[in-house]
């Protein structure tokens, strides 16, 4: 994954500006710059795009949409921006994070109305941190459903998506400035191609075993979710070009993921009032902090393996979720008429389990300082998952400005060189417990349309 110098390089073909990755924030920049008149082409690693995009929940979040309108939500930049400092403890990058919020009406909005895409509210629960309902999703609410529209848009613009294109160098001046890139077929063969502009939306680097081991050790040893082909070249590459990274401890982990069907199960439960126990049958931290963070605990108890557990109620939320549905049809949920059942279903120690529901009942404290009384306390019958932790996408990256422009470590702008989504530095902070619900796709689509509308006017 190198950075040679243009010098004696000719290349086969050139387009004005060619974007590496064609997740979300690939497929959001080329329409950006279908719509300005701008040629460009996506080069995809893959037999057909998917990405990490494909695999999510497909969330984004976004303040004051139609959708949100709708429903009566009243939500602010203040509020939306507001949520995702407090939850990064003030550290991402204020400039970064008020571009995302501010993109996030307008670009949902555009996706619809010019690329049929249609979104709906998510309702019935609020990630931590959250003080509204800004999720939007597509009405399947999947991830694959959401990458199926975005492709299906693409095509009906015409956008140029050339698969099976492995990105494997970029060629540069002295000065930064990108002239090219070369790639790999699937037969072995090497091709070049020129460029006047690059958009790097080829992702982080979860699927890169030693640098998630390098930059977060603490998850290392958790399975990786996201999609194994994003192996940190937009770091590499923008490492030989100088360029400054940021944040390279961030990341989305989870601490609900099913064992062992691996299958994602919503952390709406904690939010709804259900706990985590591990093999003794004790809780082991404060489930309302987020999924993100909670997955370090995770890892940490015995066997790396715990308990879900929740009632009637918050299981009929939650067979709102495919996943979840997906889930139960695998035989993954179980239901138990009281404690004493509960305790020998899943083979735990009875006592524990006893006091680790009464502490969710306001009948002893809480160890963890949770505040159990803002949802209705477990009643039986009682339900249980047994999960592990996964880590699902990196959030460290390369600097940007607020037109997308990768930053040199001097502070200056690359001539040419744009990122966006998991490539660049996200709005997370500095480490795990910085993720916000939806963080990633946020970063994704806006600063992929960021970057797209930055090229076109870089070209015009
Ligand atoms: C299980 C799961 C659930 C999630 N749920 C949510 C959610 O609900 N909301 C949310 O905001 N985020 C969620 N995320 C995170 C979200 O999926 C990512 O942040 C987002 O998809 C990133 O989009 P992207 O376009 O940057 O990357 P991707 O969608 O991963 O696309 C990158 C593309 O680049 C290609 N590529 C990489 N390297 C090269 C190369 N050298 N040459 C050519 N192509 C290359 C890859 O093949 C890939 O297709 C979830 C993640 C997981 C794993």
Redesign the pocket.
Known sequence: ?DVKPTEGESFDTEFPVVI?????????AALTLKGSGTAALI????AA?????????????AFSTRWQGARGVDDTLELMAGDIQAKAKQLADPAIVELCCNKSAPTLEWLADRHGIPFVLIEGFLYTGQRRAR?H?VPERT?AAL?ARMLAAAEAAEVDILCG????ALYADGDGRVRGVG?RRPDGSQERLGCQALVL????F?GNAEMVRRYIPEIAAAD????G???G??VHWGEGLGAEVRHLGAY?G?AS?AVPHGI?ITWAIMREGGIQVNVSGMRFADESRGYSEHAVDVLRQPSAEVWDIYDARVHEMAMEFEDYRQAEAAGAVKMAADEAALAQSLDLPEENLRAALAQTQGLAEDPFGRDFTDKPALAPPYYAIKVGA????T?GGLAIDTAARVLHKSGAPLPNLFA????AC?VSGPEVWGYS?????????ML?RVAGESAAALLS
């Open positions: 994954m590496i990755g064609g997740g979300a924030c690939g497929l959001t080069l995809e690693q893959d795009p998917a990405g990490s995009t494909a695999l999510s929940s497909g969330f984004i979040p999720m999703a991830g990458m294109a492995e990105v494997t790639y939306a080829c992702n982080g979860g990786y979710f996201g999609h082909g994003n192996r070249h937009a989305q989870h993921v994602l996964a880590l699902f996408h959030q966006g989504g998991g490539a996200g619900s939806g963080n990633g796709l946020l970063t994704a689509v992929g």
